[in-house]
């Protein structure tokens, strides 16, 4: 067990240096005086030590990750789910100015099943605007911070939140009140069925199984495969919009007005993802390329996009380094 | 006002490895657990021990290789004045609060 042996060398890309010193290097250096025993009971051993130590170094890791950097992480964790939920807000306005000037002259009764509807009608727009928010909130937590490595991991690490965040809104919020809004404004006294929005994952799947099974079932299954794949792409947003955002943030109009290139940010998101995927749609409909390469097309553009700019966000990283 | 110090405290583990340490001199992860006779493990030594090097209770160096000889040293433990104080003064606490035998 050398310096250079391959799992020490794999270690040493993921652990701090104090975890080698501590755990790592003298489990992997006691193993080697251990003739006669198999092998594997010590990285066995070494697993256990290095899972203990991780659950025993979250309290420590979480409360350095909430004061480091002035508090930057914590900030930029407060003006995302800020932005996300003005901008959620401000994308259910136009249903609800229709319904509140269509139901002003109804009875309260009605008005009320109408704020209800409107209530319900959030977490579907959540969805779009909670991976958004980080474009403004990286850029404004951001603003004259030194932009360390520890800085830029931690932040891809809360888009990875908001990925889990947005997977748990797509999984549980979505299609309940999805249903719930169509249970009030179609059959509210009744039981209706859920259309293929309102299903979980599970139950879109053997859907769309059942259907490929058919005669003719193949065609009829594109529209939900396209479903399917974009409530996929759409949880995995945060991640390429998160190193979207800390491109934009290293950008000279990002250190001068985070406000101005945040919001412009958002705008456009949410105002080319629609056009993208109506698009997307049209080719579901005219042409025969599978769903899946359809559903992922915005966010393989969104991708692209990412990858420039963490290329430019390295670049300007290096340079105040250097 | 003055913070108020926190007092020293130690796990039936950190205990054993200072009462070990303490006995038998500098010892590595395998020792003590060879040592402990199965109160000790393997994968969770190393845990305990890094732990209580941060408290200030032991130090640890690695082990001078022979000449010629490639490879990890292992590391060495060994306890500190400190460590030896406070295992010192949690045998008489534990001593102090132990109930009396009924007369």
């Known amino acids: 067990m050398t310096i250079d042996h391959p799992v020490r060398r794999l270690l040493a890309r993921f652990c701090s240096p104090d975890t080698m010193a501590r755990i790592v290097d003298p489990t992997l250096g006691d193993m080697r005086f251990e003739r006669g025993r198999p092998t594997w009971r010590g990285y066995l051993a070494l697993a256990r030590a290095l899972s203990l130590h991780a659950i025993t170094s979250i309290p420590g890791a979480v409360s350095r990750v909430y004061s480091d950097d002035r508090r930057a992480i914590p900030r930029a964790a407060t003006y995302a789910l800020l932005a996300a939920l003005v901008a959620a807000l401000a994308l259910v306005a136009l249903p609800?100015?229709?319904?509140?000037?269509?139901?002003?002259?109804?009875?309260?009764?009605?008005?009320?099943?109408?704020?209800?509807?409107?209530?319900?009608?959030?977490?579907?727009?959540?969805?779009?605007?909670?991976?958004?928010?980080?474009?403004?909130?990286?850029?404004?937590?951001?603003?004259?911070?030194?932009?360390?490595?520890?800085?830029?991991?931690?932040?891809?690490?809360?888009?990875?939140?908001?990925?889990?965040?947005?997977?748990?809104?797509?999984?549980?919020?979505?299609?309940?009140?999805?249903?719930?809004?169509?249970?009030?404004?179609?059959?509210?006294?009744?039981?209706?069925?859920?259309?293929?929005?309102?299903?979980?994952?599970?139950?879109?799947?053997?859907?769309?199984?059942?259907?490929?099974?058919?005669?003719?079932?193949?065609?009829?299954?594109?529209?939900?495969?396209?479903?399917?794949?974009?409530?996929?792409?759409?949880?995995?947003?945060?991640?390429p919009l998160g190193v979207l955002a800390l491109g934009l943030a290293s950008t000279p109009l990002g250190r001068r007005r985070p406000w101005l290139i945040g919001t412009s940010a958002v705008i456009a998101y949410i105002g080319v993802l629609f056009p993208l995927y109506l698009a997307a749609g049209v080719l579901l409909r005219v042409s025969s390329v599978p769903p899946p390469l359809l559903a992922w097309l915005p966010t393989s553009c969104l991708v692209l996009l990412a990858t420039t700019a963490a290329r430019f966000s390295a670049t300007v990283d290096r340079a105040a380094a250097g | 006002m003055p913070a108020p110090r926190v007092a020293p405290r130690l796990s039936a583990k950190e205990s054993l490895i200072l009462d070990l340490l303490a006995h038998r001199g500098e010892l590595y992860g395998l020792q003590l657990v060879s040592a402990s006779r199965g109160r000790l493990k393997r994968g969770t030594v190393y845990v305990t021990l890094g732990r209580m090097e941060e408290k200030g209770y032991v130090t640890s160096r690695a082990e001078d290789a022979p000449d010629g000889a490639g490879g990890l040293p292992r590391r060495l433990y060994e306890v500190t004045p400190f460590g030896l104080r406070v295992r010192k003064a949690w045998s008489a606490l534990l001593q102090h609060l132990s109930p009396e035998p009924a007369r």
Do not use: C, H
Request: aromatic share 8%; charged share 15%.
């Open chain 1, 96 to 239: 609800v100015v229709t319904m509140m000037r269509r139901v002003s002259t109804q009875p309260v009764s009605i008005q009320a099943v109408s704020f209800e509807a409107w209530l319900l009608l959030i977490p579907q727009a959540l969805v779009l605007t909670l991976p958004a928010g980080l474009l403004l909130a990286f850029p404004l937590a951001f603003k004259g911070r030194q932009r360390t490595r520890m800085l830029t991991r931690r932040a891809i690490l809360l888009a990875l939140v908001y990925v889990i965040a947005t997977g748990a809104l797509m999984v549980w919020g979505v299609p309940r009140a999805n249903q719930a809004f169509r249970v009030l404004l179609i059959n509210p006294r009744g039981q209706l069925a859920p259309g293929p929005t309102e299903m979980g994952f599970v139950a879109l799947r053997e859907q769309i199984d059942v259907l490929k099974l058919t005669p003719g079932g193949r065609v009829a299954a594109r529209p939900l495969e396209f479903l399917y794949y974009t409530k996929i792409a759409l949880i995995v947003a945060p991640l």
